[in-house]
């Protein structure tokens, strides 16, 4: 039973294309999160939302956006893809939007490449 | 801002015991994490402090000083299987920030 899944595992597209990346945690939690892996291996946060209500939203191009239909899953929606959008993306969730001594739980994130 | 340094890379031989540093500045503080990430695969909870001291977990161990902005994690009795990266991560204001993270290699 995977706790946290995303989907596809890999993503290869061309420039200019829109894509989504769905991400659905079974674990009960409230808040979810969108990261970004860049090649240096940066994990970045960009987007959280706590029962469906979007809490944080980093300093990201509006060609990104967000979904949660319900508080068990966080969507990505990427318009316009451009080659530094490559990376790999992961899902993460929490209890609550205060973490403990829990941490996150990862999905085992989407690797985008564009060219 | 947060700002937050990791040696990149470390050797060790299993059996032995290898300590990573961290160190960083930050403006807000609510805890420091440390995740373990295999190649290729997720980052995994390894450990949280929030107080000064020293947190045990079996093998692993993590120390924070927050008057100097240091932590390390120690980890004993090194297998293989701990090769990997290794990362560091303030949590402040409902986000992590997450260092850029050590790559362990252990030999046999």
């Keep these: 039973d995977t706790a946290v899944s995303q989907t596809p595992k890999y993503l290869v597209t061309q420039m200019g294309n829109d894509k989504s990346i769905k991400c659905e945690q079974n674990l009960g939690h409230d808040t979810m999160y969108w990261y970004k892996q860049d090649s240096k291996k940066f994990l970045k946060i960009m987007f959280s939302y706590n029962n469906k209500e979007l809490i944080i939203n980093e300093t990201v191009p509006n060609r990104f956006s967000p979904k949660s239909p319900d508080k068990a899953h966080l969507n990505l929606h990427i318009n316009s893809l451009e080659l530094g959008d490559s990376a790999v993306y992961f899902c993460a969730s929490s209890r609550t939007r205060d973490v403990n001594n829990y941490g996150y739980t990862f999905g085992s994130g989407t690797r985008l490449t564009v060219v | ?108």
């Design chain 2, 1 to 108: 801002g947060q700002n937050i340094d990791q040696p990149t890379e470390m050797t060790a031989t299993e059996g032995a015991i290898v300590q990573i540093n961290c160190t960083y500045q930050t403006s807000g503080f609510n805890g420091l994490f440390w995740y373990q990430q295999h190649a290729g695969e997720a980052p995994t909870f390894l450990s949280y402090n929030v107080l000064d001291g020293l947190e045990e977990k079996g093998r692993f161990s993590s120390f924070l000083s927050r008057s100097k902005g240091y932590s390390y994690l120690l980890l004993k009795e090194l297998q293989m299987k701990d090769s990997a990266s290794y990362l560091c991560a303030i949590y402040n204001f409902n986000k992590f920030y997450f260092g850029s993270g050590t790559k362990l290699n252990v030999k046999p």
